[in-house]
C-alpha cells in the first residue's frame, strides 16, 4: 500500500505542474500576441514558452501518464465506467497539449496568425476538462 500512495502522490504533483502550464501557456500566448515579431519583447515570450513547454509541461504530462496508467492497473480501474469517462478527457487534455506545442513552433516560427480572443478562448478548455476529470475521479458518477 505504501507504493501505491507514493504513486499517488506523484500522480497528483504531476497534475498540478501539468495543469499549471495548461492554464500558463495560453495566457503567454495572449501577451505574446500583442508584440511585434522579433521585437525583444517577443523573443522573451518565444524562451518563455519553449521552457515553459519542455521543462515543465512535458515532462509532467509524462509523468501523470506513466503514475496514472500505474494507479488504474495495480486498482484495477479498467472495468469502470467513471475510469473511462477520465481517460476520454485526459486524452482529449493531451490532445490540447500537443496543439500549444504546435502554437509555441508557430510563435517560434513568428507564424501566429491566431488574435488574443482565439487564446483566451483556448485558456478555458484546460479549465473544463479539469473539471470534468474531477468530478469523474471523486463523484464516480458512473
Known amino acids: 500500500m505504501t507504493g501505491y500512495l507514493w504513486i499517488k502522490s506523484l500522480h497528483v504533483i504531476a497534475i498540478i505542474a501539468w ?5 500558463y501557456l495560453p495566457r503567454l500566448f495572449v501577451y505574446h500576441c500583442g508584440t511585434s515579431a522579433g521585437s525583444e519583447t517577443s523573443e522573451t515570450f518565444k524562451i518563455m514558452e519553449r521552457r515553459l513547454l519542455r521543462a ?14 500505474t494507479l488504474a492497473v495495480q486498482a484495477g480501474f479498467f472495468t469502470a465506467g467513471w475510469f473511462h469517462f477520465k481517460l476520454l478527457l485526459v486524452l ?3 490532445a490540447a497539449h500537443g496543439y500549444m506545442s504546435r502554437c509555441v513552433r508557430t510563435f517560434a516560427a513568428d ?32
Open 19 to 23: 495543469m499549471a502550464g495548461l492554464l
Open 56 to 69: 515543465i509541461m512535458t515532462p509532467a504530462m509524462t509523468l501523470a501518464w506513466i503514475t496514472g496508467l
Open 111 to 142: 507564424a501566429n496568425q491566431r488574435s488574443h480572443k482565439f487564446y483566451r478562448i483556448l485558456n478555458e478548455i484546460p479549465t473544463l476538462l479539469m473539471l470534468g476529470i474531477v468530478v469523474a475521479v471523486i463523484v464516480k458518477p458512473f
Open 92 to 94: 482529449i487534455m493531451s
